[in-house]
């Protein structure tokens, strides 16, 4: 199970009471109810057990939340009060506690969630995880920070690995003494004598003198916000998550100064990702490795003929969706400017040496690309119908019809629209498994000039992103120990600097500098 609190199997083991959460004891509770109607329906609470923890609101934890905001270690405390919610479901412990503090640090999720207003809520956190996964599984700790970088935060992320309670210590201190970072940890309740396994919540203040963190727990149905030692929390933390056989950990969440992206993101929604991961990280060194590499456009060529067939689903380029009647037939100020900046980097991706190289290579008929071996161009109708029917499917709530593959979409009829030559937006109408139609927009980013299009969108000259564009983008995203194994010592010092970042411009260094901390969270 990955790093959830699942109080599922906890409710159906009531009666056993071995408390080991394993399947025999869940099917003899289940056996029981099924015999008698005197079977506990269900639990209220659990009694905190204290020591090792403090409830907050008891007389110990009110003298050590005064002590520790006259310290100064309390101040980011009133904004995650401010925000703090209950978890949604048993294994939303991730998404809950990652809404408490995107909510806290003001950040615009720049979606709706209900009505007209944008708020972080859990159902809007799955761009990296199907909710129906989340629901049933859980989520990892790789994936809530990378949830989190996705949503607008910046994110420093450790593993147990790679700190120690010191550095762990003054990170929290630095946190409560500020309402700019805020700490989500991820622990396992074994050492505080609790009931349950993996689990998410923030740290919502730091006592000094008896050297104790307040936990907001999110599972607020089961045990109130409580202080620990922050010795054992750091115990607690440096536990292994048996979903990943990695160590869980803590990450410190701040704003960053503009978005983190803009046009590119990694695609982790399915599992394609882990098979291009998995050719990035084991098969790449030993094809860059064969002596037959003697150019760039050589080792090129050699890794693109090796691409997987699902390699154009591993970065993708975000398109845009709003529902028609909210926009009317142009732009809002914000929404221009978003897809301006969209189309910068466009540019700037196309402007590159590299790109050059790689639309060579896969122009080159001596290549003799198939069609499972290079990644294959959507059309734009296609695109576009598959981004409009996860936008409505976003826009009304229903994600989980995006997870089905777009079962519902039983018409999507596409026509570009450009009301000037500054502005490209293309309206679809979905229709829903029950006939419901909704209409929606995509505004769509393009490189140059766009043209003129009333009828036909694949005879449009938009020049929208392409294979070339996305490859360009990986490349570049790739850590530079990538090419290591390269022997000739000319080509590794041509290839470093065509992939370098430091002389790129500086909408495209945040673009690829987001990826990147995508690929580290992912692992």
């Known amino acids: ?45 659990r009694i905190l057990p204290s020591p090792p923890a403090i409830e907050f609101a008891s007389d110990d934890g009110k003298r050590l939340f005064t002590e520790a905001l006259q310290n100064g270690t309390m101040a980011g405390f009133f904004r995650l009060i401010s ?45 990296c995880e199907p909710l129906e996964k989340v629901k049933a599984e859980g989520i990892t700790f790789g994936k809530v920070a990378c949830l989190a970088h996705c949503a607008g935060a910046k994110v420093e992320a450790y593993r147990a690995n790679q700190s120690d309670l010191d550095d762990f210590r003054k990170h929290v201190i630095r946190c409560t003494k500020s309402e700019d970072y805020h700490v989500i940890a991820s622990y396992h309740r074994g050492p505080f004598k609790q009931t349950g396994t993996g689990h998410f919540s923030p740290i919502g203040g730091y006592h000094a003198a008896n050297d104790m963190a307040l936990i907001l727990d999110v599972a607020r149905f089961k045990y109130p916000p409580h202080w620990v030692p922050l010795s054992l929390l750091w115990e607690a933390i440096n536990t292994v998550d048996d979903a990943t056989g990695l160590p869980r950990g803590f990450m410190l969440i701040s704003r960053l100064p503009t978005a983190p992206s803009l046009l590119y993101t990694l695609s982790c929604r399915d599992e394609n990702w882990i098979k291009i991961a998995n050719f990035l990280r084991e098969d790449v060194p030993s094809l860059v490795r064969s002596d037959m590499v003697n150019s760039v456009q050589g080792l090129l060529s050699i890794l693109f003929r090796a691409l997987p067939a699902s390699a154009g689903d591993f970065i993708k380029w975000v398109v845009e969706v709003r529902r028609q009647e909210e926009g009317g037939s142009s732009l809002t100020p914000e929404e221009k400017e978003r897809l301006t900046m969209k189309e910068e980097v ?29 990644p294959k161009d959507s059309t734009l109708r296609e695109i576009i119908s598959t981004a409009c029917c996860q936008g409505a499917a976003l826009l009304t709530g229903n994600s989980c019809v995006m997870d089905k593959k777009m079962s519902c979409c039983k018409e999507t009829c596409v026509k570009c629209d450009q009301s000037n030559t500054d502005v490209t937006i293309v309206s679809g109408t979905v229709m829903d498994s029950g006939g419901n139609k909704q209409g929606v927009d995509a505004l769509i980013p393009v490189s140059g000039k766009p043209g003129w299009c009333t009828s036909e969108p694949d005879n449009c000259i938009v020049k929208y992103p392409t294979s070339c564009d996305i490859l360009t983008v990986l490349l570049l995203a790739l850590p530079p120990s990538t090419w290591s194994s390269v022997r000739d010592q000319k080509v590794i010092d041509e290839l470093l600097d065509l992939v370098s970042t430091e002389s790129l411009p500086e909408l495209l260094q945040l673009e690829i500098q987001h990826l990147r901390n995508q690929m580290l969270y992912l692992g």
């Open 1 to 45: 199970m990955n790093s959830v609190e699942c109080e599922k199997a906890h409710h159906l083991i009531l009666s056993n009471g071995n408390g080991n959460g394993n399947g025999n004891g869940r099917e003899r509770e289940i056996e029981k109810n099924k015999k008698s109607e005197m079977a506990v329906a269900g639990l209220y609470r």
């Open 83 to 127: 925000y703090f919610q209950t978890q949604s479901e048993p294994a939303y412990c991730g998404l809950a506690s990652l809404c408490v503090v995107l909510n806290a640090l003001s950040i615009d999720p720049g979606r709706k969630w209900k009505g007209p207003w944008r708020w972080f809520d859990e159902s809007m956190l799955d761009c």
């Open 346 to 374: 466009l540019c700037q991706v196309r402007g590159t040496r590299l790109f050059k190289l790689v639309r060579d290579v896969l122009s080159d008929p001596c290549c003799s690309y198939t069609e499972s071996t290079s």
